[in-house]
């Protein structure tokens, strides 16, 4: 078994970034600029936003936090998004997920400027990613695929099975996976709630991403011998033993199968790192307009 480390493999892209950042200011005059709407104070979204700043401060891009109250309308948050589509510093944006309950997330991914959509959720980026056509990819299906092609990990002909179909991960890897392109070529299985005989359908995966939200759902016993294994669930469980009286953990259940796996990312230092990398380099993406001019 080998350990599929993201933590080291954003590291190294990184300091990658980080120099081809001081030749893009070199030659344009200017700072490639990420910026990120918080809404409210859940501990986790703060978390994410917070590291997402930290990495655009590492690798030398300027960062810009929008903190909105809880209790904001759903008009005055797309007026904060109207004032980021409009100012041309500002190269690429996030609006963190989960949104309270009274705002629309939809309209909320539609009226972000998909030539600022860094995040690659809205409908435009997401057509063009499906068709092979230059796009901002989904930030985490991005780094998945980063890390594959880093570990040498083959997908053509391999039987991909994707637990999970949201509209930020599972959906887009296995329409990504199943491309004809690099790291795709792939046989793809999406599987979901409603599948029938789940671990039936895992063991046929000599790729499993697992992206439910479920601590441990996928079971050793649910692994083929050799599989790669992708964790992208993140989930806080209590945990006396920990400083914090809890700790992350995957949706896999580590240790087990990590002895029948060949490749596993771990929960933490797995796909979160990489999802992180993936906005970063969109935005260099868009402040280089090599997606749209
Ligand atoms: P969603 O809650 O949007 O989707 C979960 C998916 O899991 C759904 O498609 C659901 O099926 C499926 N599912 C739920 N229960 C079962 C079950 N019993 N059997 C089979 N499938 C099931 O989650 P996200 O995709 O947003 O996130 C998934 C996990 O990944 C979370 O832990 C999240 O925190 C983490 N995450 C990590 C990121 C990273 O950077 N590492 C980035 C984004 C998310 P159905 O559609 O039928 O309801």
Redesign the pocket.
Known sequence: MKLIDGKAVSEELKNALKQDVLDYRKKSGRVPHLAAILVGDNPASKAYVGNKVRACEQVGYKSTLVKLDDNITQARLLEEIRKLNEDPDVDGFIVQLPLPKHINETEVTLAIDHKKDVDGFHPVNFGRMAQGMPAFLPA?PYGILLLLERYNIETAGKHVVV????N???TPISILLSRKSKSGDATVTL?????KN?ADVVRLGDIVVA????PGFITEDMIKIGAVVID????RVEDESAPKGSRLVG?VDFEPVRGKSSYITPVPGG??PM?VMGLLLNTFKSANKEIYS
Request: zero cysteines; charged letters at 10%; aromatic letters at 0%.
């Open positions: 985490t637990v999970g179909r949201s930020i991960v599972g599987a979901h709630s409603r599948t789940l992206a439910i939200g479920i992208v669930g993140i989930n949706d796909v979160g999802t």
